[in-house]
Antibody
Framework: EVQLLESGGGLVQPGGSLRVSCAASGFNFSNYAMSWVRQAPGKGLEWVSVISGSGEIIYYADAVKGRFTISRDNSKNTLSLQMNSLRAADTAIYYC???????????????WGQGTMVTVS | DMQMTQSPSTLSASVGDRVTITCRASQRISRWLAWYQQKPGKAPKLLIYRASTLESGVPSRFSGSGSGTEFTLTISSLQPDDFATYYCQQYSTWFTFGQGTKLEIK
């Protein structure tokens, strides 16, 4: 089955660090760019970061630049987001999402995980 | 910075109604515009990409139009399953979502 499964969310104090992960299955993970998208409680969607299939292209939203690091391990079909210097404003459900087309970075997200909750308090 | 503005923020409608949601981009994005549907407690679902192309499996009552800076999502005849929140997203310059439109039952 084609799916994404996030893990690693939890409660962390302001200024702390947390690493969330996304396990992919059912498709050729290394062919697809992947993104993290977050949603604060009761709020809209906010794109966080993208990484190309090879890992060579990485981009961050201004709100997390310098604090978050996206990475992937194609041998383990895993996407990760290392979050440092966390703030209350980073409290959100973090979703991983796959690009619709292989070998493209700027594309829509056709596959989403169920999300993992990160609470900074 | 790219901004995406949806209107209205909330829309009350009845089953069978035709509804339209508008999304405006602060810069021209050609047709690099997608629409997503999100239900409470669930991940977003892709409905439309490239402004007007229906994702596989999405009912034909959904349609999208527009180019440049003005886009619309239309649901021709609302069904009970359609009451949800809808987001537009540009993917011309990285990614930006609109603030969302909550479609409520009247």
């Amino acid at each position: 089955e084609v799916q994404l499964l996030e893990s690693g969310g939890g409660l962390v104090q302001p200024g702390g660090s947390l690493r969330v992960s996304c396990a992919a299955s059912g498709f050729n993970f290394s062919n697809y760019a992947m993104s993290w998208v977050r949603q604060a409680p009761g709020k809209g969607l906010e794109w966080v970061s993208v990484i190309s299939g090879s890992g060579e292209i990485i981009y961050y939203a201004d709100a997390v630049k310098g604090r978050f690091t996206i990475s992937r391990d194609n041998s383990k079909n895993t996407l990760s987001l290392q979050m440092n210097s966390l703030r209350a404003a980073d409290t959100a459900i973090y979703y991983c999402a796959r690009d619709q087309l292989a070998s493209v970075v700027l594309d829509v997200f056709d596959l989403w995980g169920q999300g993992t909750m990160v609470t900074v308090s | 910075d790219m901004q995406m503005t949806q209107s209205p923020s909330t829309l009350s409608a009845s089953v069978g109604d035709r509804v339209t949601i508008t999304c405006r981009a602060s810069q021209r994005i050609s047709r690099w515009l997608a629409w997503y549907q999100q239900k409470p407690g669930k991940a977003p679902k892709l409905l439309i990409y490239r402004a007007s192309t229906l994702e596989s499996g999405v009912p034909s009552r959904f349609s999208g139009s527009g180019s440049g800076t003005e886009f619309t999502l239309t649901i021709s005849s609302l069904q009970p399953d359609d009451f949800a929140t809808y987001y537009c997203q540009q993917y011309s310059t990285w990614f930006t979502f609109g603030q969302g439109t909550k479609l409520e039952i009247k």
